[in-house]
């Protein structure tokens, strides 16, 4: 008996439910959940819980307790078909003696492609692939660019008030946004490998930059600061920690022996990036944050650094914050610096643009279009 329509969203779903619970601790693997259903029940389910660990489809044949021969497989990512870290998905599930598997898109890994799916129907096993597939793709969005293209997907977040601006002309920015906007800015920074800022918002705000989610939850990302010329104070908050917590000033070098010797004693790294217009190069930098297995960025600021990485093309997905206030002000520094554009028909366009309250901020999510 084929499954309905609704059935198989509604497994799918599940799967999907479980694959975010790997958010930010399986990079730069992708999110992957999975049930095993018989007769219309959940008989065995599972995720990817972390980096180098069991895969979905490990989890769910186990705790599917011997139930798994004759089930239907519901996954949101194609099973894999190569020696990772671990060994082939597709074999253990052949082994198991799966019925059907539904898949909700086809992993863009080259080194999977589609081979599990050939390796699933030459055993026998009936495969159908697209279900819910939009909601999977978004899901893995940054596995998807990562794997294919090798540099991190990058997001960009934003807190301002309602006219756009992100502190008062004092240099005031605390706060701005409600707790309930910050709670979610520190979960977003839990699940990126990379919290990005520039020397402005080193200099101004002094912040840690870590997750402070609640006890046990979720993890601190690397903390990347882009600072040309080197001044980040060693007695802020992100030197002097720098030793729990990973640090890279990314920087133009040629910098005074002095700056150079205070950074590397206090633990943090020190990381060359060639000059672009008298700056960072961030295209570089992203290339070389890829190579260190970076997959996702989150640029935190400030009004620079926003501007720049705009402009260079590195951003693929915004969250802007509004608060229920007006600054004002020539001085106040807006949320996009820069020398901006010269005109309209020449702005960046964001696509498919979501809205949602947070507490009493709204905040404003969408897509860079390319």
Known sequence: MVPAASENADFMKAALRLARK??????????????????????????????????????????????????????????????????????????????????????????VSGSGIKKLRAAGIAVEVGILERECRQLNEAFTKYITKHIPFVYLKLAASIDGKIATASGDSKW?????????????????????????????????????????????????????????????KLLKTARAVPTIIATIGNSAPGRTAAVKQSGAELLPIAARNGRVDLKQLMKKL????????????GSELSAAALQDGIVDKVFFFYAPVIIGGKKAPPMVGGSGINKVSHAIKVRDLRYRKVGDDILVEGYISK
């Open 22 to 111: 790997g958010a930010g601790m399986v990079s730069p693997n992708p999110l992957v959940g999975a049930v095993l259903v018989r007769e219309n029940k959940i008989v065995g389910s599972g995720y990817h819980h972390f980096f180098g660990g069991p895969h979905a489809e490990r989890y769910a044949l186990k705790s599917a307790r011997g139930e798994a021969r004759g089930s239907d497989l519901y996954i949101n990512l194609e099973p894999c078909c190569h020696v990772g870290k671990t060994p082939p998905c597709v074999d253990a599930l052949i082994a198991a003696g799966i019925r059907r598997a539904f898949i909700g898109m086809q992993d863009p890994n080259p080194r």
């Open 176 to 236: 701005i946004t409600g707790a309930s906007s910050r709670k979610l800015v520190h979960r977003l920074r839990s699940e990126a490998d990379a919290v990005m800022v520039g020397i402005g918002t080193v200099l101004g705000d002094d912040p840690l930059l870590t997750a402070r989610l609640q006890a046990g939850a979720g993890k601190n990302p690397l903390r990347v600061i882009v600072d040309s010329r080197l001044r980040t104070p060693p007695a802020s």
């Open 290 to 301: 890829g190579q260190r297995g970076i997959a996702t960025v989150l640029i935190e600021g």
